[in-house]
C-alpha cells in the first residue's frame, strides 16, 4: 500500500528529505508498524536470546514494548507469549 502523499509532503517539508526519500522513510515506518505482532514477538524474542537475555525478563519486555506500539497490540500473558515463541 503506497503512503499518503499528505504524510509525504509533510516529511518533505518537515526534514528536507526528497519526496522520493521521504516516501521511502514513510512506508518503511508503516511496514515496521504493520508487522504482526506474533512475528514482532518471534523477531523480539530471538534478538534479545542472541544478547543473553532469560525467558522471564524477555517475556517482562516483549509486554511492556508490546503496549508502547503505535497500534497497540492485544495484552499478553507469558504463557500467550509462550505460546507464540513455541507453539
Given at each position: 500500500m503506497p503512503a499518503?502523499?499528505?504524510l509525504i509532503?509533510?516529511?518533505v517539508a518537515s526534514t528536507g528529505l526528497t519526496p522520493a526519500e521521504a516516501a521511502r522513510v514513510v512506508e518503511d515506518v508503516l511496514a515496521f508498524h504493520a508487522e504482526p505482532v506474533e512475528?514482532?514477538?518471534r523477531r523480539r524474542h530471538a534478538e534479545l536470546k542472541t544478547?543473553?537475555?532469560r525467558n522471564p525478563q524477555i517475556f517482562a519486555r516483549i509486554a511492556e514494548e508490546l503496549a508502547d506500539r503505535v497500534v497497540a497490540a492485544p495484552r499478553?500473558?507469558?504463557r500467550q507469549l509462550r505460546r507464540v515463541i513455541y507453539g
Open positions: 499518503d502523499p499528505t509532503d509533510r516529511v512475528d514482532y514477538v544478547y543473553g537475555a499478553l500473558t507469558e
